[in-house]
């Protein structure tokens, strides 16, 4: 077997991968399982997951590798697009119709270079002449170098009195139009619309024998200078897009054996503010949701557990036989489950990776190189892990620092700086409590008003009340709340953990007692009874 040194666990960012010289280590660490075949599946629209749960790393693995006959590419939402719609909502007075048909035309054009470039410079010669003429528009407009990307191709659809001229001269000089057309700047709508027809036109006429499949991705991340609002419309409108061109264009081509699809990748969260009609039908039947979670008993045939045993054996030049590359890594029990669960299994020290994770395979790959890290500092040709440095506080600060990041990320696609602020302002009225009762909890809050009280600043509409910020804390997966049974059993509710196709959106129960996620405990200061309450110093003050 490796020593640690040796071994090496990818990045935590999937699009690193799209390096060329990183292609063969996502090969080689990837495995493939049931939401990759699903991913392939013609009725999805949608590749859904919260943060860190691999939407990225499938979409790139499919844009790496032809696939089950599908040839994929991923594109990403950039600043500049927002920039631009913004720019064209306040110059064209956009609605949300003109969002969308913007959008459609986006996609349509990235798939028909992908088109292009996959079917081999032989391919004009055997098309259409509608999409001949289509592909001499696109290459008239951008002067032959054309690049695949939404912040080139948006520019093609918004300049759309310029895209239709050129679209028009094309087809009626391959007998496509047979009468002229005057374009003006004053119908915005209509020359989306002659353009969109035309790249339909085009599209409808190709006889395929591969799948062409375009991912969208990018969207979890709203620039700062964006409103919200104006972010929401121009993403309802690319949903609406590839919703509206999966199943009301595409699967009505006829006559060719390859087809076309976009997929979105979307969180939670984003996929509920959208407003898409039937929801949770297109949830069920046209997403793919990645699910890792698993049970303590169960962990060890979990997808999770498979994913991270294929790390490390997809490594190794000869490996033991009948022995886990997992539990020659890490040859310790859970010294926390052992009281509580009977394991008839080698090892159950990734249980531990399971307790101080939101079973998201970005935090087990995060502890994985932390760990790492720190064991080559303290033994550069350690052959396994130390049990000793992962139970050690500079693991756990340096794990729980990267957790909260993830929690800040996830609020800034919301709120501002200073609201974060005063999220983290809230633990501080907690005393060092990281496990507390409901009325504790609504003290803390109460303390946290007043402080906002005593500043300068608004107090957020997630702060509206107590109940509201708790939800809050809950849909963050910051806290948790204890449930009992009728046989007095205590159950641990997690939202990531309760959250299911029918229940997209789980709510926290007002009234019990709660606890802080164990793996932030440090980065949010609780765990330990501070000596001086921040009570007693509220209480001093007045």
């Known amino acids: 077997m490796k020593r640690v040194d040796e071994l090496s666990f990818g990045f935590a960012d999937a699009e ?10 996502l090969n080689q660490l990837f495995i493939r399982n049931d ?24 979409s790139v693995y499919l844009s790496n590798n032809e696939y089950k006959n599908t040839r994929s590419s991923i594109n990403y939402v950039r600043e500049t697009e927002y920039q631009k719609f913004i720019a064209l909502k306040k110059d064209k007075q956009l609605q949300l119709s003109d969002y969308s048909a913007i959008w459609k035309i986006i996609i349509m054009l990235l ?31 951008y002067n032959r170098a054309f690049s695949p990307e939404i912040a080139y191709a948006i520019s093609f659809a918004s300049e759309n009195k310029f895209s239709a001229e050129l679209v028009h001269k094309y087809f009626k000089l391959a007998g496509e139009d047979k009468e002229s057309i005057q374009f003006s700047e004053s119908r915005f709508q209509m020359n989306l619309l002659y353009v969109q027809r035309r790249f339909q036109d085009a599209l409808s006429a190709l006889k395929l024998n591969k799948n062409h499949l375009i991912f969208i991705d990018g969207i979890d991340v709203r620039p700062s200078f964006v409103p919200f609002h104006d972010y929401l419309e121009c993403i309802k409108g690319l949903a609406n897009a590839i919703w509206e061109l999966n199943n009301d264009f595409f699967p009505k081509i006829r006559d060719s054996k390859g087809r076309l699809r976009a997929v979105l990748l979307i969180r939670p969260d984003i996929f509920d503010s959208i407003g898409l009609q039937n929801q949770n039908t297109k949830l069920r039947e046209n997403s793919v949701f990645l699910d890792w979670r698993t049970t303590y008993d169960a962990h060890r045939t979990s997808e999770l557990f498979k994913v991270t045993e294929h790390m490390l054996e997809s490594q190794q030049v000869k490996t033991r036989e009948g022995t886990a590359a997992w539990d020659h890594y890490f040859p310790w029990n859970s010294s926390s489950a052992k009281d509580s669960y009977s394991f008839n299994l080698p090892t159950t020290s990734f249980v531990e ?33 130390s049990e000793k440095i992962f139970d050690g506080p500079d693991f756990q600060t340096a794990y729980s620092n990267y957790l909260l990041g993830e929690v800040k990320d996830h609020l800034s696609f919301y709120y501002s700086p200073d609201e974060y602020g005063l999220f983290i302002k809230f633990f501080e009225f907690l005393d060092g409590k990281n496990k507390f009762d409901y009325e504790f909890y609504v003290a803390a809050f109460k303390l946290l008003e007043e402080h906002i009280a005593s500043t300068s600043a608004d107090k957020p509409a997630f702060m509206a009340t107590a109940n509201d910020f708790l939800q809050f804390l809950y849909d963050l997966n910051v806290v948790c709340y204890f449930e009992k049974t009728d046989r007095d059993e205590t159950l641990l509710r997690w939202c990531f953990r309760e959250r299911e196709y029918s229940n997209i959106s789980p709510k926290v129960k007002v009234g019990l007692e709660y606890q802080v996620f164990y793996g932030l405990a440090k980065a949010l200061n609780v765990g330990k009874p501070l000596r001086k309450s921040s009570r007693a110093r509220a209480n001093g003050a007045k």
């Open 16 to 25: 690193n991968y799209r390096r060329r010289e990183n292609k063969n280590t």
């Open 35 to 58: 939401a990759l075949d699903n991913l392939c599946k013609p009725e999805i629209s949608f590749l859904m997951g919260e943060k860190g749960t691999g939407k990225t790393a499938y």
């Open 111 to 141: 798939l028909s270079q992908q088109i292009k470039d996959v079917e081999g410079t032989g391919f004009l010669a055997k098309v259409s002449a509608k999409f001949s003429a289509l592909d001499k528009a696109v290459d008239d407009y």
């Open 353 to 385: 990776f399971l307790r101080w994770s939101y079973y998201r395979p970005r935090d087990i790959l995060t502890m994985l190189n932390l760990l790492k890290d720190m064991q080559l500092r303290s033994d550069p040709r350690a052959p396994v892990f």
